[in-house]
């Protein structure tokens, strides 16, 4: 009787000896692309938070006194050190603006994203995404009134 079981568990154990390729062939392709998604959707967020930082930073310095110049090479210099040759892709609309009648500084910038990875061609090349970011500051200077009274 005990033969007969040591037999059966081994012809089981044939039967099943390329079960775990088969299993690996099926999975593999599976987590690549889980993987590549995963990357995508990591530098689509840093992309995002570069371009957000750009411009929060560039509106505080003209805030601050700065000229709109600075402001503009502050963007530039993020963008760069933050995305690298991405940024030449990544460079958009990006619009700073002083508001004299608010005291304020209003920055925009909307920045279309390009997949580095090619993902975009496996959709269908029809994701079309934006970066966008939007700052406000006021002003750092000292006025003496309401808005175009002085006294």
């Given at each position: ?100 009648g608010m005291r304020s ?24 995404l934006h970066l966008k ?19």
């Open positions: 009787m005990m033969a007969w079981w040591r037999r059966a568990a081994a012809r089981l154990r044939r039967a099943q000896s390329g079960q775990g390729y088969v299993e690996f062939v099926i999975v593999l392709p599976v987590m690549m692309l889980l993987l590549l998604l995963l990357w995508e959707f990591s530098l689509f967020w840093w992309s995002r938070m570069v371009v957000s930082t750009a411009t929060f930073e560039s509106a505080r310095r003209v805030a601050a006194g700065q000229s709109m110049a600075v402001g503009y090479a502050v963007y530039n210099e993020v963008l760069d050190a933050g995305i690298g040759r991405m940024a030449d892709q990544h460079r958009g609309d990006f619009s700073l603006v002083i508001q004299p500084v209003r920055a925009a910038a909307n920045v279309p994203y390009h997949w580095p990875t090619g993902l975009e061609a496996l959709m269908g090349n029809e994701v079309d970011a939007s700052a406000f500051f006021r002003l750092e200077r000292f006025f003496g009134g309401p808005p175009g009274v002085f006294e």
